[in-house]
């Protein structure tokens, strides 16, 4: 199992930039990969999440209506698309095995496995 996540970079308040998990021993699918970040100082939150088979998708209050999650099936990619970028947004983004309980989205892979991640940065 590994992830690799790119995509990340600076950007400015406003300006969007698309985030890229090559997801090795999974099956994008029909497995439930998501994305999480992890800001300084702060625990990690999900962030979007195929919370099903079906295609189902979670999103954090937060990140509704600024963040798409997608996926190419052929590439066994997944993507999060960062739209209308805030200061707030600024985080180490990670991609992994989710699972939605309620309202929040818990991953589900050990984080002895999980991806170097890719940082964003939103500052003017």
């Known amino acids: 199992v590994q992830f690799v996540e790119s995509g990340g970079g600076l950007v400015q308040p406003g300006e969007s930039l698309r985030l890229s998990c090559v997801a090795s021993?999974?099956?994008?699918?029909?497995?439930?990969l998501g994305w999480f970040r992890q800001a300084p100082g702060k625990e990690r939150e999900g962030v979007a999440c195929f919370s099903n088979s079906r295609g189902a998708i979670y999103y954090a209050d937060s990140v509704k209506g600024r963040f798409t999650i997608s996926r190419d099936n052929a590439k066994n990619t997944m993507y999060l698309e960062v739209l209308s970028s805030a200061p707030e947004d600024t985080a180490v983004y990670y991609c992994?095995?989710?699972?939605?309980?309620?309202?929040?989205?818990?991953?589900?892979?050990?984080?002895?496995?999980w991806g170097q991640g890719t940082q964003v940065t939103v500052s003017s």
């Open positions: 992994a095995a989710c699972t939605v309980v309620g309202k929040i989205a818990y991953p589900t892979t050990p984080y002895g496995s």
């Open positions: 021993g999974f099956t994008t699918s029909h497995d439930t």
